[in-house]
T-cell receptor, first 116, second 114 residues
Framework: AQKITQTQPGMFVQEKEAVTLDCTYD???????LFWYKQPSSGEMIFLIY??????QNATEGRYSLNFQKARKSANLVISASQLGDSAMYFC?????????????FGKGTMLLVSP | DAGVTQSPTHLIKTRGQHVTLRCSPI?????VSWYQQVLGQGPQFIFQ???????GRGNFPDRFSARQFPNYSSELNVNALLLGDSALYLC?????????????FGPGTRLTVL
């Protein structure tokens, strides 16, 4: 079973508008972390935002915010005031512990295209 | 401060050959993880090293091996290359690879196997 599900293969948004990228996850570990990474065409995975499973408030980092709904096991990324440079692949990932070390499990990603 | 660096940027090999990919972590980071990203998919975990010891290994064949050096840099080796090994290989560094760490990725090495 997929641990991270991103149901939107592609999203389109106009410059300056807000966009929400969906992510649902599955884990039985009570302590986990959720991440969003941006991958431009160059290939580098750029860390955007992190949400811990015990964090009481939704994470925010500049124009990025994470809409964390624990009961629904969702961790959607909200980008406000989209910019042309936001066009990229976006990956949701979950950190899990395995015998004392942590690994990231990624979803398949969502391609975001921002138009002028 | 410099981020994670990887070399080479691109690599073309033929089936059956061997390849070595290199990674230097962010200064102060002691843990390095390797991921394979095939076209159209998210990255998949291959290895994690901490203080020169292998901490964990993903579901990859024994043709894949790695090591970490005293300066915390790392090498990923792949023997007997197959067409299916064509992918972007990403290295990520973190402080300790522990529960609270964030992994920071390098630009990746794009491997093409012909």
């Amino acid at each position: 079973a997929q641990k991270i599900t991103q149901t939107q293969p592609g999203m389109f948004v106009q410059e300056k508008e807000a966009v929400t990228l969906d992510c649902t996850y599955d884990t039985s570990d009570p302590s986990y972390g959720l991440f969003w990474y941006k991958q431009p065409s160059s290939g580098e995975m750029i860390f955007l935002i992190y949400q811990g499973s015990y964090d009481q408030q939704n994470a925010t980092e500049g124009r990025y915010s994470l809409n964390f709904q624990k009961a629904r096991k969702s961790a959607n990324l909200v980008i406000s005031a989209s910019q042309l440079g936001d066009s990229a692949m976006y990956f949701c990932a979950m950190r899990e512990m395995n015998s004392g070390y942590s690994t990231l499990t990624f979803g398949k990603g969502t391609m975001l295209l921002v138009s002028p | 401060d410099a981020g994670v660096t990887q070399s080479p940027t691109h690599l073309i090999k033929t089936r059956g050959q061997h390849v070595t990919l290199r990674c230097s972590p962010i200064s102060g980071h002691k843990s390095v993880s390797w991921y394979q990203q095939v076209l159209g998919q998210g990255p998949q975990f291959i290895f994690q090293y901490y203080e020169k010891e292998e901490r964990g290994r993903g579901n990859f064949p024994d043709r894949f091996s790695a090591r970490q050096f005293p300066n915390y840099s790392s090498e990923l080796n792949v023997n007997a290359l197959l067409l299916g090994d064509s992918a972007l290989y990403l290295c990520a560094s973190s402080l300790e690879g522990a529960r609270t760490d964030t992994q920071y990725f390098g630009p990746g090495t794009r491997l093409t196997v012909l």
